[in-house]
């Protein structure tokens, strides 16, 4: 093997592990969850008590989380309601991750940073109601529990729904 593509072997294992060191601080993800969730109504209330389900599998050789997020219809039937694929962007330094909603109803494009023990996403997308920004964030995070905030502003930024969407999320 010549030198240089040697070095670019090793270059490249270098590159893969520190990608994995950083993609494995989400890899608390794996597996089902059960979500206790709340969201706003369009008239500012909120609906509270929901029950939703996730299943977070890796995907693309182990270098993306997908999660399959899911509620039960009337009949007990699992509903498939979105999905989001998630991996660490070494060249950026940063977590990307994307929202897909049932029929690409809603989507939502974010990037991330871990710190502090927690994960924080901005973004942008559009649904019904038009382009907004969004802020995500993971928090008190442990192997069978975590939480998750999302506040989103329909007017660029100058007013933000806080806690659009939140739930506390226990491992199934």
């Known amino acids: 093997m ?3 593509l040697l070095l670019m072997a090793v270059l490249l294992c270098i590159d893969l592990q520190a990608q994995n060191k950083e993609f494995d601080k989400m890899d608390f993800m794996l597996g089902d969850w059960q979500f ?3 969201s706003m109504n369009p008239d500012g209330t909120y609906t509270t008590n ?3 389900f996730t299943k977070c599998t890796l995907l693309f050789n182990e270098t993306s989380h997908k999660d399959d997020f899911f509620y039960k219809d009337q009949s007990g039937n699992m ?3 979105g999905t989001t694929i998630r991996t660490y962007n070494e060249g950026e330094k940063q977590w990307e ?3 897909l909603g049932s029929n690409f109803s809603v989507t939502t494009q974010m990037v991330g940073k871990y710190e502090d023990a927690n994960f924080y996403f901005d973004g942008e997308g559009k649904d019904q109601r038009g382009e907004y920004l969004e802020k995500i964030t993971f928090y008190d995070i442990s192997d069978s529990e975590y939480k998750w905030k999302m506040d989103r502003s329909y007017d660029g930024g100058r007013t933000w729904l806080k806690n659009y969407f939140s739930y506390t999320a226990t491992k199934l």
Do not use: E, H, R, V
Request: net charge positive; with cysteine; hydrophobic share 40%.
């Open 2 to 4: 010549k030198p240089t």
């Open 50 to 52: 929901q029950t939703f």
């Open 97 to 99: 991750m994307l929202w």
């Open 36 to 38: 206790n969730a709340s």
């Open 79 to 81: 509903i498939c309601y």
